[in-house]
């Protein structure tokens, strides 16, 4: 199964929390323990994700009595790419998708253009959607007459 790691999942919970429009402050710096409780997440869990969140250039970080943590550039201008490079590193479906040279059958592999064919299209997708989308409700499902059964018709060719 394919899956961002639990961390990168948060992370994207606590960056829509700092994309979140809040009333009189548009850009409002928060700290950790206030990025936590929006977020519903533990204080040491929000402090872990902000440091390569920072260091990616997602986020920016404020010392002193009234520091916290914004976003570095709109949510508008921050794909979901960016995220899970700053959280895992480069996005690869297989190893050599991201690296020549750590596969003993590289050679010979059949399959290796087909894979990284792949992961272009799942990094084109993550490029695609925005954090501020992230923040729109998703789109309704289409209403369907039997929402527990599905029909598909199937057409046999005659002999």
Known sequence: M???TK??????????VLAAPSPGAPSAVLSAPELA???GLEVPTVAKLLKPLAQAGLVEGFRGANGGYRLARPADQIGLLDIVIAMEGPLGMTECSVHDGNCGIEQS?????????????V???????????????????PPSSDSTARRIDVRLASA
């Open 37 to 39: 409780e929006r977020a």
């Open 7 to 16: 961390l990168t999942d948060y992370a994207t919970v606590v960056l829509t």
């Open 109 to 121: 592999c059949g399959v290796r253009a087909n894979w990284r064919r792949i992961n272009d299209v």
């Open 123 to 141: 990094v084109d997708a993550l490029r695609a959607v925005t954090l501020a989308q992230m923040l729109a409700p998703p789109p309704a499902a």
């Open 2 to 4: 394919l899956r961002v």
